[in-house]
């Protein structure tokens, strides 16, 4: 059974840098996609950075060249790295696993993970 543990979530100032740990369990291959998604007030939850069973990497434009998802296989720990914070990266933070062939494309799309943390939450202030 697969189980995410989010942690990592705190509050920082605008500039600052916070790296968020999703531990999972349950077992991953090459098949495995794995993601991290954001709910800030009153907002629909998106997409933020996917990473593949192969390493490949998928970011949304606002946060392309700040933040980094990485992931530990031998630690069953999923990363994401994010500097230079803005107020508009508040929200909770979800990471998300699935395993189900799909397309590139659908991979930013909430229905396609099947398995969810329980989320941690980043504030960003001025």
């Known amino acids: 059974q697969v189980q995410l543990v989010e942690s990592g979530g705190d509050s920082v100032q605008v500039g600052g840098s916070l790296r968020l740990s999703c531990a999972f369990s349950g077992a991953i291959d090459s098949e495995t996609y794995m993601a991290w998604f954001r709910q800030a007030p009153g907002k629909e939850r998106e997409g933020v950075a996917t990473?593949?069973?192969?390493?490949?990497?998928i970011y949304i434009p606002s946060v392309k060249g700040r933040v980094t998802i990485a992931k530990d296989n031998d630690k069953y720990i999923q990363y994401l790295q994010m500097n230079s914070l803005l107020p508009e990266d508040t929200g909770m933070y979800y990471c998300?696993?699935?395993?189900?062939?799909?397309?590139?494309?659908?991979?930013?799309?909430?229905?396609?993970?099947?398995?969810w943390g329980q989320g941690t939450q980043v504030t960003v202030s001025t």
């Open positions: 998300a696993e699935d395993r189900v062939r799909r397309m590139m494309s659908q991979l930013s799309l909430q229905s396609s993970y099947t398995y």
């Open positions: 990473i593949t069973g192969n390493g490949r990497t």
